[in-house]
């Protein structure tokens, strides 16, 4: 592992920015490339063969940058594919998973709420996760239209705080005190999210436990930069990079590219 080569993570959209701002806040002098899969998204509705066909062009992209980790900065794509990634390229990876474990074992009441992509919560590795907790209730709810609407820049729009009235509502009334955002894209919602439910209930995610796996990873191998300069941070995507640039508030700049 070269110690002064980039981070390198993907997403199928600007979700895994989420994930990105975790990495960037804990280890600062790491470069980093991020990959957009916007023009496939939302992963979440494509199949296992799908996703794990994506995952791979993803994966191969940024190791032609000379990357020295993958960050599967996307839960759909770290619950279906990362098996077939870590047997096929030798590189570490870090997956992400729905935060289910800390809630579990938080949960006052065993009952918590888990929002999630349709791919996520179809997964074998997801099931295998919920199985361990057989004493705490797990409310599933596939957040339909949520991604599309995040890629489309629709964060506060009316459409949005509808569908997650719908989504949370029942999950209110089934007595959930822990809620898990099982998408890297949700993060995002979470000013939404705060104004439906009770004051009661926590919300986890996953992005500062995948930054601490990450370091500890390269720590363990290493692997981390040597030098304390100023990180470079380059962002590329293959559809319109407006949204994605809002996100990163406009600081960074986005290479448009077909991949």
Known sequence: MENNNPIGLFDSGIGGTSIWYAIHNLLPNEDTIYLADSKNAPYGQKSKEEIIALSIKNTEFLLNQNCKIIV???NTATTNAIKELRAKYDVPFIGIEPAIKPAAINSQKHVIGILATQGTLNSELF???AEKFHDTKIIEQIGHGLVPLIENGEINSPEMNELLHIYLE???????????LGCSHYPYLIPQIKKILPKEIKIIDSGEAVARQTKNVLSERNGLKNEKNNAKAVFYSNAD?????????N???VITKDF
């Open 72 to 74: 599967v900065a996307c």
């Open 127 to 129: 099931h295998q996760t």
């Open 170 to 180: 029942p999950m209110i009334a089934a007595n959930i005190d822990y809620l898990v």
């Open 241 to 249: 990079p407006k949204v994605l640039k809002d996100i990163l508030n």
């Open 251 to 253: 600081k960074y700049a």
